[in-house]
């Protein structure tokens, strides 16, 4: 009974050996190894394939089997090879992923022979298509989605509206949380210690406030305006405190870093409040 395995490519004797040679797996998996690294693929495809039919669960060479072919058919077989035997092997999995415009760019090829020319890189072939605007698209330019493969310029249209805020949303919520930020920066530092608790109610207080009047908006615009206002708060009481001199600005921060304990709590936990 032939030990082929399915999947594997046909090989006879790997290069250099002689036919009824003992084969030790382990070694010819390095050798497969070192002649991939090497640039010999045909040499390493007859290694390594070898190893898969000796010892069909060695993972390793199925790995190194993959990242010697360019096909990305043969390719994906191995790795799907691998996750039957790793379930749990994210480098195959990730792999996969990254193979998947590849491999849809084959199948359309196969069946329909159309060559297009991607809107964004004119010089380059292909055969995709957004599946939103239906314009050319290289694989670079492809974009995982989860309808399908989109162009960069349609994938950005993902975002959820809650994450889009206008200028006029971003000013009126500055206009709030920066005042408000002020007296808490006045008044949070006067509980001593339990400034610690004090702050993180503070802060996801102002962040939802902030976030009420820009329409109950979040996401990196907001975190970074709500962390800006309450930063600015603390200075602000600072510089006041200080009558706008530097010097003994910093020198009441020394002598009391609570108000400093307060800002950084506080920012980060609005920060993370609007993600």
């Known amino acids: 009974m032939s030990s082929e395995v399915p999947g594997a490519p046909k090989s006879s004797a790997p ?16 050798e497969g190894t070192a002649a991939g690294l090497a640039g010999e693929v045909i040499a390493a495809r007859h290694l390594l394939s070898r190893v898969t039919e000796l010892d069909p669960l060695n993972v390793n060479a199925w790995r190194e089997l993959a990242s010697v072919v360019d096909d990305p058919e043969e390719k994906a077989t191995y790795l799907n090879k691998i996750l039957e035997l790793d379930p749990q092997n994210e ?39 957004c599946n939103r605007c239906g314009k050319p698209m290289c ?21 959820s509206p809650v994450y889009q805020i206008s200028a ?37 207080a102002i962040a939802d406030l902030m976030s009420r009047v ?48 307060y800002a950084g709590i506080a920012a980060f936990t609005a920060f993370a409040r609007l993600k």
């Open 139 to 159: 694989t670079d330019c492809a974009v995982r989605h989860p309808v399908g493969l989109r162009c960069k310029e349609c994938a950005q249209l993902r975002k």
């Open 15 to 30: 290069p250099g050996r002689k036919i009824g040679e003992p084969e030790d797996p382990a070694i010819l998996l390095k």
């Open 214 to 261: 820009a329409g109950y908006k979040q996401g990196p615009n907001m975190q970074a305006l709500a962390a800006i206002c309450i930063a600015g708060g603390a200075l602000l009481v600072i510089f006041f405190s200080a009558g706008f001199n530097i010097p003994l600005a910093i020198a009441l921060l020394f002598r009391n870093p609570m108000i400093l304990i």
């Open 91 to 129: 480098q195959a999995r990730m792999g996969l992923e990254r193979l998947q415009p590849r491999l849809e760019e084959a199948k359309t090829k196969a069946a329909t022979g159309e060559v297009l020319h991607c809107t964004w890189h004119p010089n380059r072939e292909t055969l995709l298509r």
């Open 168 to 204: 006029q949303g971003l000013v009126l919520s500055a206009l709030v949380g920066l005042p408000l930020s002020v007296v808490a920066a006045l008044i949070a530092p006067r509980f001593g210690f339990f400034v610690i608790f004090i702050a993180a109610f503070v802060g996801g």
